[in-house]
Structures are given as C-alpha cells and as structure tokens.
Nanobody
Framework: QVQLVESGGGLVQPGGSLRLSCAAS????????MGWSRQAPGKQRELVAR???????VYADSVKGRFTISRDNAKNMVYLQMNSLNPEDTGVYYC????????????????WGQGTQVTVSS
C-alpha cells in the first residue's frame, strides 16, 4: 500500500521559512520521480518543484531561487525548503510520486499524499 505523508506545514510570517517533509512507503522510492504541488483557495493545483530519481530539480518560476527540493533515498524522504515566503505561497502542499517524469504533478497520475497546510500571514 502506497503512502505519502507530508509534514512541516504551519503558519509563518512573510519573509519566513518552512521545511516540508514527505515520508514515502509502499513504493520503490529510488525508482520514483518526486514532486511538490500546491493548491491555493479557489485555484487549481500547481506543480512547484520536482526532482528526478537521478536528483535533477526543476522549479516553477514563481518559486525559483526561494524553494529547494531534495531527496534522501536512504530514508525514503523528499523535502521542500521554502525561504522568503510571501502570502501568495499560502496553500495546501502535496507530495507526489510517479515513475514517469513527465506526469509528476498531474492529478490523475502517480501517488499523492493528503497534504499539509502552509499559511503565510502577518
């Protein structure tokens, strides 16, 4: 049974930082490409970062230079370090795993966690 469990969300002031974690089980983690997506209220889910099984990272323009995705294959974990947060970063953040790189972030593809809420507000 595939499980992706996100943690690390919370309330943070503008300019602050958070580190999200995703623990994966029930999958061959090192064979999966991983992604972080977010969904703001009233908006569609968007892919903010993905990391290939080889470790190559790609970011959405809106987070480039502020967010860093990383993975630890020994621990079956993927992380999202978020710096210089602003209110537009508010949303539910989801971890996603897929064996095909091009479908990471697509809602009907791969496996998804339940999400963790990130709120950026003063």
């Amino acid at each position: 049974q595939v499980q992706l469990v996100e943690s690390g969300g919370g309330l943070v002031q503008p300019g602050g930082s958070l580190r999200l974690s995703c623990a994966a089980s029930g999958i061959a983690f090192s064979s999966n490409h991983m992604g972080w997506s977010r969904q703001a209220p009233g908006k569609q889910r968007e892919l903010v970062a993905r990391i290939s099984r080889g470790g190559t990272a790609v970011y959405a323009d809106s987070v480039k230079g502020r967010f860093t995705i990383s993975r630890d294959n020994a621990k079956n974990m993927v992380y999202l370090q978020m710096n210089s947060l602003n209110p537009e970063d508010t949303g539910v953040y989801y971890c996603n795993a897929a064996t095909v790189l091009s479908v990471v972030g697509q809602r009907n593809a791969g496996s998804w966690g339940q999400g963790t809420q990130v709120t950026v507000s003063s």
